[in-house]
């Protein structure tokens, strides 16, 4: 009996020191006086070596239980000094965030200075400066610059694009499905694509758009291969647009963006969206064409797909497809901007290394 | 789809340089991978006379065999196999040879004696399958003179091999038959398909073959044909080779012509043990549930009502049909009658089987894409002629539950033109076509009727033959022109013109731009301080640690400041425009794109390093605000945590969201969603204030909380600015106003007030612009001074006035007028006491 009252009298002083600390150093020491190697706690587990196996168990189920308890209370004290020392750091620190802005034009309302430190000037990202130069391009030649959720649902990235439930074309894209509404109905975007139903959607031709944006493909990241990417497309749609124009405009944007002397090529391909299909080479951008280990001695490296918009697609987004044709592209603006920097590998995307990225 | 040129050649005389041909395939549509040149065949293999063969004088295992390679000089070359006799012509390795499988021959002792070489069993020479027993290739007496390169004897050539990436739209191309006809096609050569005779011999029974009435979809066509006489030794040399260059193995005669019946005609078949099924029948029906069949490749693979299964004569699963065969009725090398099933099978159905079991076979990938309905017959005669002479076939059962039609497709040359670019005519149409199988008839000038060929299942509407007559008549040959300037030149969005501008000043301010991953894990967000209610799941990340979409770039910036501080970098500032995705929360009405997502367009600055703190971010903010011209910008701050949420968002107004295809005058409504208060909880509790535009709030500015900081391992501050893009922008500007500017002197003065440490400095100076009147034409707060003799939370704020009319020159008297208005405004107004007053 007397240890159990003596075990009480261990407890509530206990208690009492660890709520009387008044910092993280205080309740440190009080823990160790109260539970720690050295105290009565502790003292009272040596004695029960001689005891009998009975009263051993049962006064040591008792210890363990006033130990459970004291360092309940230590817990639950140190998330009290914590958030009143983070409360305090909060108001010791506590700054008049207008005091930054303090110069104001009388009339018209404040007025930025200078930054202080001055920097020098930062850097745009690889891949936007790509992207802006391929807008510009576009929109010279009479495009608007279209986009679209990256958030998007089976119709729109695959059944408008002649996709239907398992089409054995949807095995080309390992794609990313989101926990939304029912089962595989909502998914990260696999291509551009979607946004030409969306534009299709939502008005008549003519249509001259470009899309560049962020797509996803459940890609393991290698050198060549990341999963969350970028892409540009081009979507043209009017009364007599042909073939011919769809090589005339990627010819036109090879000269513009790779220079003069430079050419494109289509082979014939095949995607479901598009017929006639094709992917386009453009001149190899090491060599100049001469040939060379970038493009496998041939003169030509291989830059994307494009073809002439399927009726099927048409059929699904309500456009007469016998007043109507037209043509879409598309390729990789990440692999583009890795082959202009000589990028070998796509990965280094993903860290933003300010040394990578302070080079452009 | 590995193509040998001696192949192709078998079906239409292809001339040209290996390269040529690559290009050619190439602009046919059939994407060359690779093209390999096999060189010299089994140089330093020789057909060599056994002379003697003796015992080894101290193993058992090998003997010693005298041969003559042709000079008439006795070699002696230790053996394995005994299976050769004096006078037999074997094939030799001479020594320096390079095996097909890379293995060098040298001379070196075995047991004590020497081996000038090696004799080759017919599997080194992948001529055949390894025997059970060690053998050596003996070779037909009289076949050749010793000295003669043995692939002489065997007919093997030196051969180059087109490795093709076949789409998935060209089943007939999963064909060395296939590719040859568009090879020819292109190049202007004839084709001949092979013609093998039809012969039935007498005596050999006919199948008995049925298709189960409810598996006739799935089944269009079955086939079976019993084989007698089946050749105990090897299929042809040829055959051997062909298929070892096209990337099989010779296994034995009847595995190796199905095989090379299924490469190249594009027929996949099956060969059943006569002797291992339930009599001479096969039956086509559906699994029954519970149902079970182990297949060739040892899997017991559990059917069902969607699978074709094919039974033998007492309704036992001897095979998945179209996929794989079963193990009970396998050939062997003792099987010497065949029941050879050739048959058709529907596409989608095998690929539904086909992924259920997860099953793949080079049967499946041809069935799943389409098989030539019309092709079984000659398949049979092709598969008994391959196993030559000996092999006596009885009449084939044949069985099609599915009548053959013929597919007619109208095509216009005019339609053709119109969406080529082109100027054909009909005829020139017709011209294009008719080499690859397909029968036009002119149905008067521009029109055409076309009999779409039964291998060509892709083509079903005009658009697809139209695809076709592009292809042989070259895309490259189609002019190029651009297409009409579109009415009304668009350009860029205001939206889109702003979000560059937006880039353009945060790099002119010293920021680098980030592309930060869409994905997070919840753990970053909890490290970010962020709240995990609402983010969106991905079903099937990569790992773990992308198993979330992004709720706010602060995660991903704070990871890329901490993988660069790791690495030594100084002084850090990122920004990034990006997406960041959430669960629609209970007032995010209005319309999106997708009713389960909000996905908004944000920017995230973050900086590091001297001077990176709250004061620095609210620069960023202002010199954006500025830049953009943006209404009244204003920061609501002083909440601490026990002080309640963030400023209430006001009403905004609908407007250019980055989306487009909303009609115009209804883009994207800003949904309040909960980020802000996500956000808010990031930051320092004495640092941070909500950005506010005239509208409401856009976003929040300050500084990152140091628990937060902590855990990144970043010591100090870290200045932090997240914006609502799409709100910000969609956000009306400030009008385009000239300010007159005065040409008359300006009279400057300074005011130092200690206010409360609560009362903002903007309110300070507000009240004095709001005193001052139209002759203040500036003012700035120039010194911030705190010290215990201003009293315990008070703070002394120093301003800087300008006074300026703009139509005389200020009095002192004018001066003394606005200055006492000011002090008695900001006394009365803020507990202001004037320093020095």
């Known amino acids: 009996m007397s240890e159990l009252s003596s075990l009480e009298q261990v407890e509530e002083q206990g208690r009492a020191r660890l709520l009387a600390a008044s910092s993280l150093e205080a309740l440190a020491v009080a823990a160790t006086q109260a539970y720690g190697k050295r105290s009565q706690l502790a003292a009272l587990t040596a004695q029960l070596r001689g005891l009998t196996p009975d009263e051993r168990r049962s006064l040591g189920q008792e210890i363990q239980a006033v130990r459970a308890r004291l360092e309940a209370v230590a817990a639950e004290r140190k998330a009290q000094l914590e958030a009143s020392q983070a409360q305090r750091q909060a108001r010791s620190e506590r700054l008049d965030l207008t005091e930054a802005s303090s110069l104001a034009s009388a009339r018209s309302g404040p007025l930025a200075e200078p930054l202080s430190p001055p920097a020098p000037r930062g850097h745009l990202h690889l891949v936007t400066q790509v992207r802006e130069e391929l807008e510009d391009i576009f929109v010279s030649m009479g495009f608007e610059v279209a986009e679209g959720p990256e958030a998007e649902d089976d119709w729109h990235n695959f059944e408008a694009l002649n996709m239907p439930p398992h089409h054995p074309a949807r ?25 030409q139903i969306r534009l299709m959607e939502s008005r008549r031709p003519p249509i001259y758009a470009v899309v560049p944006g962020r797509c996803y493909r459940r890609d393991t990241p290698d050198a060549r291969h990341i999963p969350v990417f970028h892409q540009v497309e081009a979507l043209v749609v009017d009364e007599g647009i042909s073939m011919a124009h769809l090589a005339g405009t990627i010819e036109a944007f090879t000269k513009a963006f790779f220079g003069p002397g430079r050419h494109a090529r289509l082979r014939p391909s095949f995607f479901p969206f598009t017929e006639p299909s094709a992917e386009f080479d453009v001149t190899c951008w090491v060599c100049g064409g001469a040939g060379c280990r970038t493009c496998s001695g041939s003169g030509w490296v291989e830059l994307g797909g494009c073809g002439m918009v399927d009726p099927a697609v048409f059929a699904a987004v309500g456009v007469d497809a016998e007043r109507y044709t037209g043509f879409a592209w598309g390729f990789g603006i990440d692999r583009l901007a890795a082959a202009r920097t000589g990028l070998a590998d796509l990965r280094e995307l993903l860290y933003n290394d300010v040394r990578f990225l302070n080079q452009f | 789809m590995r193509a040998p040129l001696s192949w192709l050649r078998d079906f239409a005389p292809i001339e040209g340089t290996p390269e040529d041909l690559a290009r050619a395939l190439s602009f046919l549509g059939l994407v060359v991978e690779g093209v390999e040149k096999t060189g010299p065949v089994l140089p330093g293999i020789v057909v060599a006379r056994v002379l003697s063969t003796r015992r080894h004088p101290s193993a058992d295992r090998i003997q010693l065999v005298d041969v003559d390679p042709g000079d008439g000089q006795a070699v002696q070359v230790c053996c394995g196999a005994f299976n050769m006799e004096v006078g037999d012509l074997v094939p030799l390795a001479t020594v320096g040879t390079v095996m097909p499988n890379g293995l060098p021959i040298g001379r070196r002792k075995m047991r004590g004696e020497w081996s000038n070489g090696m004799l080759c069993s017919a599997s080194e020479l992948q001529v055949g399958p390894e025997g059970p027993e060690p053998a050596i290739l003996v070779l037909p007496p009289g076949s050749a003179q010793p000295g003669t390169p043995v692939a002489e004897v065997l007919g093997w050539q030196p051969d180059v ?24 096609a292109a190049l ?63 296994i034995n005669p009847v595995v190796d012509v199905s095989n090379y019946v299924m490469l190249e005609l594009g027929q996949p078949n099956h060969p059943y043990d006569l002797e291992r099924l339930g009599g001479a029948g096969l039956v086509a029906r559906r699994g029954s549930p519970g149902e079970e069949v182990v297949t060739l490749d040892g899997a017991v693979r559990r059917l069902s009502a969607e699978d074709c299964v094919i039974a033998d004569a007492q309704g036992a699963a001897v095979g998945v049909g179209g996929i794989m065969g079963g193990r009970a009725a396998e050939i062997s090398d003792s099987t010497r009658t065949v029941l050879l099933e050739v048959a058709c099978f529907n596409p989608r159905a095998i690929s539904a089987t086909g992924k259920r079991l997860g099953l793949l076979s080079e049967a499946r990938t041809r069935f799943e894409r389409g098989v030539d309905p019309e092709l079984a017959p000659l398949a049979v005669d092709r598969f008994v002629e391959l196993l030559g002479p000996g092999a006596r076939r009885g009449p084939t059962a044949d069985v099609r539950s599915v009548p053959p039609a013929a597919t007619k497709v109208r095509l216009r040359a005019s339609r053709a033109n119109l969406v080529l670019g082109t100027s054909l005519s009909g005829p020139d149409c017709a011209r294009l076509l008719r080499p690859l199988g397909f029968v036009p008839l002119p149905q008067g000038d521009d029109e055409l009727e076309v009999e779409v060929p039964s291998w060509r299942p892709d083509c079903e509407r005009e658009v697809d033959l139209i695809e076709e007559v592009a292809r042989l008549y070259g895309y490259d040959n189609i002019a190029r022109s651009l297409p009409p300037r579109p009415p009304g030149q668009p350009g860029l969005s205001p939206y889109q013109r702003d979000r560059r501008k937006v880039r353009d000043i945060l790099a002119g301010a010293g920021a680098s731009e980030a592309w930060t991953s869409s994905f997070c894990s919840l753990a970053d967000l909890e490290r970010a301080g962020l709240g995990t209610d609402g983010a969106l799941e991905v079903e099937n990340p990569l790992d773990q640690s992308q198993g979330w979409l992004r709720p706010s770039l602060l995660p991903g910036l704070l990871a890329a400041l901490r993988y660069n501080r790791e690495r030594q970098a100084g002084a850090l500032c990122l920004f990034e425009v990006g997406n960041v995705f959430a669960r629609p929360g209970p007032q995010d009405d209005g319309a999106r794109p997708l009713a389960a997502v909000v996905e908004q367009e944000h920017l995230g600055l973050v900086a590091t390093g001297q001077g990176a703190d709250a004061a620095y971010a609210v620069q960023v903010w202002q010199v954006l605000a500025q830049g953009l011209r943006l209404p009244g910008p204003q920061l609501l701050q002083g909440l601490l945590p026990h002080e309640g949420q963030p400023p209430h968002e006001g009403e905004l107004p609908q407007g250019g969201g980055p989306t487009l295809p909303a009609p115009p005058g209804q883009g994207q409504p800003f949904g309040p969603s909960q980020w802000l208060s996500g956000a808010w909880a990031a930051l320092h509790p004495g640092r941070r204030a909500v950005a506010h535009l005239e509208l409401g709030a856009v976003g929040v500015v300050g500084e990152l909380a140091p628990e937060v900081a902590r855990r990144h391992d970043i010591d100090g501050r870290v200045a932090v600015l997240l914006l609502d893009l799409s709100r910000l922008l969609g956000h009306p500007r400030r009008a385009w106003e000239a300010l007159p500017v005065s040409r008359f002197p300006a009279v400057d003065f300074d005011l130092a007030f200690v206010v409360d440490e609560d009362v903002p400095a903007a309110d300070v100076g507000l009240s004095i612009a709001a005193a001052a009147g139209d002759v203040l034409e500036s003012y700035a707060l120039f010194d911030v001074w705190r010290d215990a003799s201003l009293g315990a939370g008070r703070r002394s704020l120093a301003f800087h006035l300008r006074l300026r009319a703009l139509d005389r020159t200020l009095t002192e008297a004018d001066a003394a007028g606005v200055r006492q208005r000011v002090v008695k405004a900001v006394s009365e107004r803020h507990g202001a006491l004037l320093r020095g007053g």
């Open chain 1, 171 to 195: 095995g080309m894209f390992d794609t990313f499905y989101l926990k939304a509404g029912q089962p595989e109905s909502v998914l990260l975007r696999t291509h551009t694509s979607p946004v």
């Open chain 2, 161 to 184: 091999v087109f490795d093709l990436d076949v789409s998935p739209n060209r089943p007939d191309c999963f064909s060395v038959m296939g590719i040859a006809r568009d090879l020819a």
């Open chain 2, 188 to 250: 202007g050569a004839p084709f001949q398909p092979p013609a093998p005779a039809h012969v039935v011999a007498e005596g050999v029974p006919r199948a008995n073959v049925s298709v189960a009435d409810d598996a006739r979809e799935l089944c269009p066509r079955l086939t079976g044909t019993v084989i007698e006489g089946i050749p105990e030794v090897r299929a042809p040399a040829f055959v051997a080779r062909r298929l070892v260059l096209a990337g099989m193995r010779p």
